[in-house]
């Protein structure tokens, strides 16, 4: 492809040899000739007067030190974009494979891949060009959209519905029954889940995660929301659009996030809790109460990003602080009764 | 069903008209006409006036509001039981399915449903009424009790063994090797980890939780016991009788849990600690360290629930009290400038 | 087995009976006659006295109270050693059994094991004396070393590396798409991940744990690394040789650990964060700067670890410092007042 024909694919500006030939992309400090890198982050701009890319994707604003480039708004974005326009394999559908089992009632799109070793159970429908791995088990009654995408080893538990363009990696579970139970003197006894989930188009979930059914309606995660591996959504949360949930989180019970809130990795949201719009709760915290769209907090029990740096900071000087108001109190005792003695 | 065959059939006090026909039950925003709903949070007890339900299962102490009622001392048991008789389908038996793998020397109880895609090793024995869903694996001598539900993509490794009544998530690993390793020099030299797991009658656990195998004796985990998703439990713990375990908790080699104790989500247990019944500890806490029972304890590391609320409502305040602290120092050195200058 | 035969086996120093006959080895609670167990732990060197097993394995510098022993550097290390030499089972092939699916361009090494459900991509290349049990999924293009065990659910995605001697749980999986989205005004425009995995050498990976291929280039995890259940390792991640990585940790993308450094259980390491060789990370710690070689962090966020010790035993006593100081204040103003006023 020649750079002037991903300059006007992608609609910007270029600078330089529109002739050039584009064979791939690749990183800034692995690209050679024949590749189109980027540059994302500015604290590396000086690597494009060096790099042994053909062309550099950057922004309006950086030097493009006279290398061939193409200049955008977003370079990050367009990079991805090209990325995918690279890389994407064009996909073969290979039909429902030998040693793949399905049930009765089954309804199945066109140009799909089943695999062998998963199973579909009765009453499922499936999409078009949708692709199950091998070792996915479809529970009975599941509903996916097109282009749905389930990586080996997923499991969809009963009457679970999953949008379109959904991507589940490997080992994720969706719809395993909520942890409830009522206290029957010192057992427990278990709430029947009969609720559901429902996961809206264009959510990704990394690999071993799991989203629990809800006890009685829906578990909800909202359109274009991406999880990370091993996170856990308890039953009845309801997850906005365009959310992002690192790696290890867990929201517990009942939770609700509004849109496009951010949850770090490891982060802990007690069941019953509201965060509202566009919050961020930053690494391993813990929150405990609602949060206010745009908030960003920290720390375990959360409290605001700002005063938690300031008072982490503090920290390390406790023994030392304790000390001196040891020193102080036998100082004023002297200071008073050497005043009123 | 009748309101009033279901007020016996809980051996409970009818208030109202015992004729009403109820076809359902559901939750107190959700229910309809023929629906039976309940009240176990008093602080919605102004609902019940108004709820679409046609009766509802509230506690001795709550006013009906001349609603048709079922009157309980746990409204929320009552409730669970309920549901369980309402919409518990009948289980049929589905036997050995095609693509299922079955070794030598199994013994297999009546009425068991073995989807495709589970591989059951030899030398298994497995109790009656089992279902074990698609892409179980259960290795060599594995003995599973009766009413044992497996869902897919289970693994119980070599002789490890399940109690009646238990039921796995997806994904979960029952008696993979523990964490063992000798160092050798630089590296580390496997421990073989020759133990078993137990798992004792009525246990739950949720989906992609891991319970390690012992290194030479038993990993067990009590009878009643119920453990989220994604918990991980390391070799030789002993974990007592009607535990919960929260989601993503992680319990430590060879630490011990008495009866009826409770560990929140996330919380870290290091090993060889000893918690005694009825211990609870808070979300995200660290414990590292024995635990009387009845403690409950929060933090990282985790003190007396108490003592760290009021701890950490101080911590924001530490920025402040450091600032303070020198402005004293300073001024206590011009007063005792002052008085002996 | 002679205790004459086994001394000479580990070239160590036997103190009394070299004939007694050692069928076994087992813990020092657990042992009886004919078991050969082991004082690892100083702390139960009484216990040496009234075993019942016939010999016991302990250090240069442990009163062996007369009793049969095998004296050694590192009673541990011997004891896991003598452990595989009684408890390894020869391993015999099974071969290609039914019920597993091989795809095209695959090469086959001699002796492996290929369990019913098990899956193997096109173009995957396998070593010899591989054992891959039920369920297992390799993507198109994966390579093992020889004498690889796969557990039973594990999946290694598209051209992912292990080398020899690799040993992955059940529930593992290798090689899923990094956490990678570039922001398009409120959405999130997935970064197609197109780098790769290599594990190398006798690493060891607990269940249910992912290890992310990188964005571009390769996630690697170096030789002779354990990591434990549920870990994560995020895309681009590079961690040395001889780590120990604990339960339940997560390494964030693109974080570098040197060699031989130990993370602790439910630690968070956050991203492009480097760790020194040798440095151990403390459980549920929070590591978000880098760490020179040696250190020994604790904490979130971590800091050295005897501060923190120091720093959290002040903790407990915030709220009466608070009060003190406050106190301190208010006499402080009095002083000052009566001296000046």
Redesign the interface.
């Known amino acids: 492809m020649k750079l002037r024909d991903i300059a006007e694919a992608l609609g910007c500006r270029l600078v330089g040899d529109g002739e050039v030939e584009i064979a791939g992309v690749?990183?800034m400090e692995?690209a050679g000739p024949g590749h189109l890198t980027f540059l994302a982050n500015p604290k590396y701009a000086a690597k494009v007067a060096t790099t042994c890319a053909s062309a550099v994707v950057l922004s309006f604003n950086a030097n493009s030190f006279n290398r061939n480039a193409i200049v955008v708004e977003?370079p990050?974005?367009a990079?991805?974009?090209l990325?995918?326009l690279f890389?994407?394999r064009p996909r073969v559908p290979r039909g429902i494979m030998?040693?793949a089992?399905v049930g009765e009632d089954v309804v199945i799109g066109k140009d799909v891949s089943i695999?062998?070793?998963?199973?579909v159970g009765d009453g499922v429908r499936i999409g078009d060009r949708v692709t199950l791995?091998?070792?996915v088990?479809l529970?009975e009654g599941v509903v996916l959209g097109d282009d749905v995408t389930l990586?080996?080893?997923v499991?969809v538990?009963e009457g679970c519905r999953i949008g379109n363009r959904v991507?589940l990696?490997?080992?994720t579970?969706i719809g395993?029954?909520g942890?409830g139970?009522?206290?029957?003197g010192?057992?427990?006894?278990?709430?029947?889940q009969?609720g559901t989930v429902i996961i809206e188009d264009?959510v990704?979930i990394?690999?071993?995660?799991?989203v629990?059914r809800a006890?009685?309606?829906t578990t909800h995660i909202g359109r274009?929301t991406?999880i990370?591996?091993?996170v856990?959504v308890?039953h009845n949360c309801v997850i906005g659009?365009?959310c992002?949930i690192?790696?290890?989180a867990?929201i517990?019970g009942s939770a609700r996030l509004g849109?496009?809130v951010t949850i770090g990795?490891?982060v802990?949201i007690?069941n019953h809790v509201s965060i509202g719009d566009e919050a961020m709760i930053s690494?391993?915290s813990?929150v405990?109460g609602n949060v206010a769209a745009g908030e960003v907090l920290s720390?375990?029990?959360a409290?605001p990003h700002h005063?938690?740096l300031?008072?982490?900071?503090?920290?390390?000087?406790?023994?030392e602080?304790?000390k001196?108001?040891a020193r102080?109190?036998t100082?004023?005792s002297i200071?008073?009764e050497?005043?009123?003695g």
Chains 1, 2, 3 share one sequence.
């Open positions: 690749a990183g692995h977003n990050h974005l990079f991805a974009k990325l995918t890389t994407t030998k040693g089992f695999f062998p070793g998963t199973v791995h091998p070792n088990t529970y990586h080996a080893g499991s538990r991507i990696h490997n080992g579970v395993s029954d942890f139970y009522a206290p029957e010192q057992s427990w006894f278990k709430i029947p009969i264009d990704e990394g690999a071993n995660a799991a629990d006890a009685m309606e274009g991406k990370d591996n091993l856990q308890a659009e365009d992002v690192v790696g290890q867990g517990a849109r496009h990795g490891q802990g007690v690494v391993q813990c405990i720390g375990s029990p409290i005063a938690r300031k008072s982490a900071a503090v920290f390390p000087h406790l023994p602080m304790r001196s108001l102080l109190e100082r004023m200071v008073e050497e005043l009123r």
